[in-house]
């Protein structure tokens, strides 16, 4: 087995639910119906709770304790997408980038249940099971809201035809693709590409909303090379600010 590109997978998958789950903790307090501010409270500590169990793979790998890994890396070493980084936005855009994200991680995790390495397709089966109420929560609120007065929908639309393009990151690929692909690891980012916007598009259109083109997909593209936008670096500040203080503290 390709040790490196199986690295090379986990670091991408567990880096963006990192961020991700960070950007929906940003919520409590501030959500917009109580109901809200819970769900995405409680989403945000699925989303760190499973990058956890994807960094205990990596350590398992030789990749180092997984608080170090996840608090204790410069901003070029992490390999999360653009579409996770930027700011959370109106609830709008938070609920379009919740949807768009969780139908390219439920394509991920049915490919990765089958994958040739053993400890990731146990723990995508896992996983899989506890995302499935992520996905009803997004698939729900898109529905009403999209389809319930011209002010809902024009919100929707507008938070899409900014977070429609950069989604694409999420397929980003690296130079491991291949040989993750080869290996039986999990098919080509293109692959899972296709499949996303096979099952996103009806849906949107479902909701009254027009699907945006994607364009030039290198503008969203590099974050899985290290590159990333401005929105990381003071992201990164204040998640790691308690652990800076003492960062060999056993909690």
């Not at 890994?69 to 999360?80: I, L, P, S, W």
């Not at 945006?212 to 204040?238: M, N």
Request: proline residues 5%; contains cysteine; charged residues 25%.
């Amino acid at each position: 087995m390709h040790t490196e590109a199986i690295k090379d997978l986990l670091y991408r998958i567990a880096d963006d639910k990192l961020i991700l789950g960070h950007r929906h903790s940003e919520w409590i307090g501030m959500g917009p119906i109580l109901e809200e501010d819970i769900a995405f409270a409680s989403m945000a500590q699925d989303e760190v709770g499973h990058s956890q169990a994807y960094y205990k793979l990596l350590e398992e790998l030789g990749e180092g304790d997984p608080d170090q890994v996840a608090f204790n890396r410069e901003e070029t070493h992490f390999r999360c997408s653009h579409f996770v980084e930027v700011p959370n936005g109106d609830y709008a855009f938070s609920l379009v980038r919740h949807y768009l994200f969780e139908m390219a991680d439920k394509i991920r995790l049915a490919h990765l249940k089958q994958s040739s390495y053993t400890p990731l397709a146990q723990l995508a089966a896992k996983i899989a099971s506890e995302e499935k109420y992520h996905q009803l929560h997004a698939i729900t609120f898109m529905q009403q809201l999209g389809n319930a007065n011209e002010e809902a929908n024009g919100k929707l639309q507008a938070a899409l035809d900014v977070a429609f393009p950069l989604a694409f990151g999420l397929f980003e690929p690296t130079a491991m693709t291949e040989s993750i692909a080869l290996e039986g690891i999990q098919p080509l980012e293109d692959t899972l590409m296709k499949e996303w916007r096979q099952e996103v598009e009806p849906f949107l259109r479902s909701c009254n909303l027009n699907v945006p083109q994607p364009g030039d997909l290198t503008k969203v593209f590099g974050g899985r090379s290290g590159y990333h936008t401005e929105h990381l670096a003071p992201l990164l500040a204040e998640m790691t600010e308690v652990f800076a203080i003492d960062p060999t503290a056993n909690w």
